[in-house]
């Protein structure tokens, strides 16, 4: 865990120094002035913060103007071909996949009375707070009307972090290009083709009614597969439903706004991809949400980061291994 810092502190420059065995420091060892990073003291490591650069491309965004697709029954999506262009994406897929923590979450599920332990089949990350909090400049969660102090116990169990400034610019400018707010952001890394989730929809009740989720797509072509739900089995005349599956091919840098009534009645999926292309390199999906109540914090914390250890991907070895502060 890493030392604590209030938020004003929270994007200073940060400059490492490391030393050689006899202490003496080399123009090599030490990083630039301009390495900053975002640090709390429940991010397991200070994240780095995204070089000027790349910063600077963000600031632009988005690359193209969003598509409606509104052609079927309860489907509300815009579709962003690309939000950020390839060279960007590519080099933001990189810096993400390099300095994040990522966690590969296991948890327990009753199906037909047998309980079955379920390891996630992705590396997922989450950063964020519900609308009924918010981060003090201590960075603690306090009552968002009031300001008082949460109790300890309220979210004792896995404590909010704020989403660091590497992700926190996306953010932005995600919210300018849709007109919508989010306090949420998931991360999922897909190692390869074999990585996946399967058909389900975002409409627990913490998000409210008709929430706009918006998805990103870094790094290698996923098939993005939507479908109407089926109507309720209980339904006393179900409602005949004229809507065809949905593909969308979706390549790095796009980004899909799903909103209205879409999560209420759509399932979507990345499924499997078997054999291999030049594109199985990894895939980044970043989704930002708005979580409105503390529900979403608990769920998303638990289902996302759990109780497991940190991994974060090695250059060398060219996968995610654990990591060791």
């Not at 089995?233 to 009534?261: E, H, Q």
Request: charged share 25%; aromatic share 10%.
């Amino acid at each position: 865990m890493s030392r604590k810092r209030t938020l004003d502190a929270f994007f200073s420059p940060t400059v490492k120094k490391p030393k050689t065995e006899t202490g003496a420091i080399t123009s090599s060892d030490v990083i630039s002035e301009d390495t900053t990073y975002s640090d709390h003291q429940f991010y397991p490591h200070p994240i780095k913060n995204l070089p000027a650069s790349l910063s600077k491309e963000l600031s632009t965004l988005p690359d193209q103007p969003g598509r409606e697709i509104n052609d079927q029954p309860d489907l509300d999506l815009l579709y962003f071909e690309p939000f950020i262009s390839g060279s960007v994406s590519r080099r933001l897929f990189e810096f993400l996949r390099s300095e994040l923590p990522f966690y590969r979450v296991e948890y327990k599920i009753k199906r037909g009375g047998i309980e079955t332990q379920i390891r996630t089949p992705r590396w997922t990350t989450v950063f964020g707070l519900d609308e009924t909090s918010k981060f003090n400049d201590k960075g603690l969660p306090v009552d968002a009307n009031t300001g008082s102090r949460a109790s300890d116990k309220q979210y004792a169990r896995y404590p909010p972090r704020p989403i660091p400034k590497c992700l926190d610019e996306l953010r932005h400018r995600t919210e300018l290009a849709t007109g919508c707010k989010y306090n949420f952001c998931l991360v999922n890394y897909y190692a390869s083709g074999s990585d996946s989730i399967s058909f389900h929809s975002d409409d627990e009740q913490f998000l409210g009614r008709d929430p706009a989720i918006a998805s990103f797509s870094l790094g290698a072509r996923r098939d993005f597969l939507m479908k109407h739900k089926p109507p309720p089995p209980n339904a006393p005349s179900p409602p005949s439903v004229n809507a065809k599956p949905l593909k969308l091919p979706l390549g790095s840098g796009d980004m899909v706004l799903m909103r209205g009534r879409t999560q209420s009645n759509w399932l979507h999926s990345i499924p499997k991809r078997t054999g291999k292309n030049q594109e199985d390199g990894g895939r980044i999906n970043i989704t930002f949400r708005r979580a409105m109540v503390k529900g979403g914090t608990d769920n998303y914390y638990n289902y996302n980061v759990g109780t497991g250890p940190v991994y974060r991907w090695n250059r060398e070895a060219r996968e995610m291994l654990l990591w060791k502060p």
